[in-house]
């Protein structure tokens, strides 16, 4: 029986967690997870209520020890680790960069799951780069992890198709049960040292930046094609956004089309679509949100609020 540790904290890392728990016993060579290790919990939502992870939530529930240190390097965090006698560290989007002292504790190393297809989008945002830029395919990688930021060499990947109208969060959710499956199929032959990982060509490597709030923000001048990418990248967060009359408009589902017409002009209603127009195309909106409502189709929202339907957005 391996001792393992598992480090994730979002919702990408918990498919993985309840599969190792579930099915990591029933390995040829079984694995047992004997502690979580995962971000501190922290305040979320208008009343800035202090929110658990759901790796957490889920190792409380099947009575895991649970390590929450708020940073991993600090000393007294490293010897909590220790003190779980890993023989394997699995990482599934954990949010802490490992040092290296914790890299060589595990005698089966630090495995770690990032989902793409490396050395393309390697950083923080590995999801919503590959949508960003239009790529039609991406995928996840089980490497060993190295000092250097997902540059490890790689254990194994797998290849996904990204479908023309999928959010961040939908391409999030099948690469995480992609990236258990994955596991679960190399842990077996990694423990028994029957694989050779490959080095990563670092010539061919690409980066990807932490995302924030004001990313979402629309620019009406860019194509219709750019800002339909761009509302699916920022959905489920930080949401794409724009202005209505001085209030923040979410918007959350569009699809380009062909036409012109001026940059965050709504030029009409078709198909159960809002059309604006861009720099190159129109955009077809397909849900949004109001301040303080909840997200609509856009149908909907303009029976509601017929002056949308001759809106000037971003103003």
């Not at 060509?201 to 932490?210: C, L």
């Amino acid at each position: 029986m391996v001792r393992a540790v598992f480090m994730g904290s979002d919702s990408f890392s918990l498919p993985v967690l309840e599969k190792l728990v579930d099915q990591g016993q029933n390995l040829r060579t079984a694995v047992e997870v004997v502690a979580v290790v995962t971000q501190p919990d922290r305040p979320a939502g208008r009343g800035r209520k202090q929110r658990q992870s759901p790796v957490k939530i889920f190792a409380q529930e099947r009575k895991l020890d649970v390590l929450q240190p708020r940073r991993i390097r600090e000393e007294a965090a490293f010897h909590e680790f220790k003190a779980f006698r890993p023989e394997l560290v699995v990482v599934a989007s954990y949010g802490q960069i490992l040092p290296d002292a914790l890299l060589s504790v595990p005698q089966c190393g630090c495995l770690n799951l990032h989902p793409s297809l490396l050395p393309k989008y390697r950083g923080p945002s590995p999801i919503v780069g590959p949508i960003l830029d239009g790529e039609v395919e991406t995928g996840t990688t089980l490497m060993l992890m190295s000092s250097h930021m997902d540059a490890g060499p790689i254990i194994s990947q797998r290849s996904s198709l990204i479908e023309a109208e999928e959010t961040a969060g939908e391409l999030e959710a099948r690469l995480s049960r992609l990236s258990a499956d994955l596991l679960l199929k190399m842990l077996p032959e990694w423990i028994d040292a029957r694989i050779k990982p490959r080095e990563q060509d670092d010539s061919a490597a690409t980066y990807t930046s932490r995302i924030k709030k004001e990313d979402g923000r629309l620019n009406w001048t860019e194509s219709s094609e750019h800002l339909s990418r761009q509302i699916r990248a920022f959905n489920p967060w930080p949401a794409a956004f724009t202005s209505w009359n001085g209030k923040h408009v979410r918007i959350l589902r569009a699809r380009p089309f062909s036409g012109d017409g001026e940059p965050g002009k709504i030029v009409g209603f078709r198909d159960g679509v809002l059309l604006a127009g861009t720099g190159s195309g129109l955009l077809g909106i397909v849900e949004l949100q109001l301040p303080g409502g909840t997200a609509m189709p856009a149908a909907t929202m303009v029976r509601g609020r017929p002056e949308l339907s001759a809106a000037q957005l971003g103003a």
